[in-house]
């Protein structure tokens, strides 16, 4: 996979925090200086998809004054799939020891980067954080949402045979070398089924996952990608990729 370029190349460290964005100007500098002081050891590589309200720009004006941060610029608005493999493909030539995905909005609140960094610590190749284990809450989320989200990840779940409550989940921790064991760069998926296809990958490869409950708050600012359409997507692939699988495991019966 070809590298896009990049602008000020950050000093070595061994996590990097990798967020896609499109149109997220409002967002990047709390978050920013959130992440930062959440974790000031770890860099941030902003994957931006040519935000028309200057979000890479605002990015890049901020480095200075937060420290450690990196933007890649893509040419276009290309999917989220593709964001993450363009940062994960960055992240591993840079040589970082763990890669950490969340969105920009602060939905994901940085002050869990430290519980995912720990599991990681502790033997785990992936720490997802999640809604659906104990500990972890929705809040303010009405009540059709929340039985929509819950149920299309149980829905998930059970037709892939994953051991993980939220399959959906945006906010992770990899171990590097998990990365390159499950081939993320052929992965396909390139909406918010790209989670389930790596979650899926994961468990195919006898990945030691853990969850780690966090609380997912709403954004205040901004407009959400999150439309009807792209769950209807995901559960169709999922649902696709579900009988794929069942089909496999009768003809190798």
């Known amino acids: 996979m070809p590298t ?23 967002n990047i500098e709390p978050f920013l200086r959130a992440v930062r002081a959440a974790a ?18 605002l990015a890049e004006k901020l480095a ?35 890669i950490i995905q969340m969105d920009a909005d602060l939905s994901h609140d940085p002050g869990s980067i430290a519980d995912l960094r720990a599991r990681l610590d502790q ?24 039985l929509l989200s819950r149920w299309g990840n149980r829905y998930t779940t059970l037709l892939l045979g994953l051991p993980v409550r939220d399959a959906t989940s945006g906010f992770r921790a990899y171990k590097a070398t998990t990365l390159r064991e499950i081939r993320f760069d052929t992965t396909r998926a390139n909406g918010y089924a790209f989670q389930m296809e790596v979650a899926a990958r994961l468990v195919d490869h006898h990945c030691q996952v853990e969850e780690v409950p966090i609380t997912f708050t709403d954004r205040v600012r901004g407009t959400s990608k999150m ?27």
Do not use: C
Request: hydrophobic share 40%; glycine share 10%; proline share 7%.
């Open 227 to 253: 439309s009807a359409a792209i769950m209807v997507e995901s559960l169709a692939l999922a649902t696709r990729w579900g009988i794929r699988n069942r089909l496999g495991r009768l003809r190798h019966r």
């Open 40 to 57: 000031p050891d770890v860099d941030v590589l902003i994957v931006d998809d040519n935000s028309p309200d200057g979000t890479a720009d």
């Open 123 to 146: 033997g785990a190749d992936v720490a997802i954080g999640s809604r659906y284990v104990p500990g972890g809450a929705t809040p303010h989320w009405p009540l059709r949402r929340r």
């Open 64 to 98: 200075d004054d937060v420290g450690r941060v990196e933007v890649l610029r893509r040419a276009v608005k290309d999917g989220l799939g593709n964001a993450y493999r363009a940062g994960f493909a960055v992240a591993l030539d840079r040589g970082y020891d763990q």
């Open 4 to 26: 896009p370029d990049v602008t000020s190349a950050p000093s070595p460290a061994s996590t990097v925090v990798v967020v896609p964005t499109f149109q997220e100007r409002e």
